[in-house]
């Protein structure tokens, strides 16, 4: 059964929620409500989001798994689209050595397959809780590798609801930046390629991500900084700053470069910490650090 976008033209054949929770669907267990939350079930269904929110002159966001992400506290005016394992465009195929996977597959399921056929060029990703979609706009990885590496083609909208193909070459990726990210495209599918990489030490990896703390936070908050040799977690740690929180936002006390939401933070909690760490940072080692959280500001 079809759904109409406010009695428009625009018509899913997903779901559309109104003033739905956002804290529901982030992993920092924050943010106020959406105005419009589309769980699409096709392409066509993007399109028509993206369509409906620029005719009603409304902001858009893709969502994924919702885990490197700070919503507002009093909600996004616009629409969500949810790209997620819990919806539908969430496919994965392996062909010979060329891994298919849909936007809302998660990392996790395409590395087991990926695993389960003889390759092990994703293994650097186990532990990385984030949808492929997601991933392949922060370019996703630890210092040795990004999943950017293994990209063969993308499959996208741009901003205005066009249809691209991108190479490799033309997603720009670099640390934790990509143009899919930078221009707000949508990504709806992409091709890897398994036989890149290196082999990886699974269960070193495995170690390092159980070192990372429990609890609701979106992962690592700051990039690390190009000009420094140490990571943005080591200087925040320098800095005295472990544990100091504002409100129930705090900076985690097992690893520096994780805010960590104790149960009823806010949005403008955590802006206010992010704040007080950088000046700090700053002051102590004349740093500037860069956010890898994406924050939404609408």
Avoid at 89 to 118: M, P
Avoid at 258 to 283: H, T
Avoid at 286 to 295: A, F, G, I, M, Q
Wanted: proline share 3%; net charge negative.
């Amino acid at each position: 059964m079809k759904t109409s976008l406010r009695h428009t033209n625009f018509e899913l054949q997903g779901t559309l929620l109104q003033d739905e929770p956002l804290s529901k669907h982030t992993s920092f267990r924050i943010g106020g409500a959406a105005r419009y939350f589309v769980k699409p079930k096709s392409v066509e269904d993007v399109s028509n989001a993206i369509a409906f929110a620029q005719s009603q002159e409304l902001s858009w966001h893709v969502l994924g798994n919702g885990t490197n992400i700070l919503f507002p506290d009093h909600g996004f005016d616009g629409v969500i689209i949810h790209l997620g394992p819990s919806t539908d465009l969430n496919q994965v195929t392996i062909e010979d050595d060329r891994l298919y996977a849909e936007a809302g597959a998660s990392l996790a399921t395409a590395r087991h397959l990926s695993e389960k056929s003889g390759f092990g060029a994703m293994d650097f990703l186990v532990g990385i809780p984030a949808t492929l979609g997601g991933a392949l706009a922060m370019n996703a990885g630890i210092p040795e590798g990004a999943i950017g590496d293994l990209v063969t083609s993308v499959i996208a909208l741009d901003h205005n609801g066009k249809l691209q193909q991108l190479s490799q070459a033309e997603c720009e990726f670099g640390y934790r930046s990509s143009r899919i990210r930078r221009e707000q495209m949508v990504v709806l599918a992409a091709q890897l390629d398994l036989t890149q990489g290196v082999d990886w030490d699974k269960f070193a990896l495995m170690l390092r991500r159980k070192q990372q703390p429990n609890g609701y936070s979106p992962g690592c908050v700051f990039k690390n900084p190009s000009l420094s040799p140490q990571s943005a977690g080591w200087l925040i740690d320098k800095s005295g700053l472990k544990g100091y929180n504002v409100g129930d936002a705090q900076v985690s006390c097992s690893h520096a470069n994780f805010i960590l939401n104790r149960g009823q933070a806010r949005s403008a909690d955590v802006l206010a910490l992010i704040d007080i760490v950088r000046e700090k940072v700053y002051k102590e080692f004349n740093l500037e650090l860069n956010l890898e959280l994406e924050v939404v500001l609408n």
